[in-house]
């Protein structure tokens, strides 16, 4: 596995997370129908919470890499999966490239 990968995974973990919020059968969607909002307002909730959990998540893979702080802490971590392949190095860039400046 390399950064590449590893994000393209995370990427349909978020995609098909957030196709779950949509649903009312999953937890937060019922929660959201619970609302009774427009159609309008719950597509701008939803919308705020994909921003909110994309943004969360990059700063996280941002810290990982060093490139920003994790609660004022900075310093690099070396992700690496069951094989010991090094998988960190390039996942916040990745992550931008994949998930981030493919939705704007």
């Known amino acids: 596995m390399n950064s590449k990968k590893f994000v393209s995974l995370l ?5 098909n997370s957030f196709e ?7 937890y937060i969607g019922s929660k959201l ?3 009774d909002l427009s159609t309008e307002n719950k597509d701008e909730v939803l919308a705020l919470v994909k921003d909110a959990v994309t ?13 920003s702080s994790l609660a004022g802490n900075q310093q690099i971590y070396t992700v690496s999966d069951e094989n010991n392949s090094i998988i960190s190095g390039e996942l916040d ?12």
């Open 33 to 35: 129908d619970s609302l």
């Open 93 to 104: 860039s990745e992550f931008y490239m994949q998930v981030i400046e493919a939705n704007i």
């Open 11 to 15: 990427k349909s973990e978020l995609d």
């Open 20 to 26: 779950l919020y949509a649903n009312k059968e999953s």
């Open 55 to 67: 943004e969360n998540l990059y700063v996280l893979l941002s810290a990982l890499e060093g490139s």
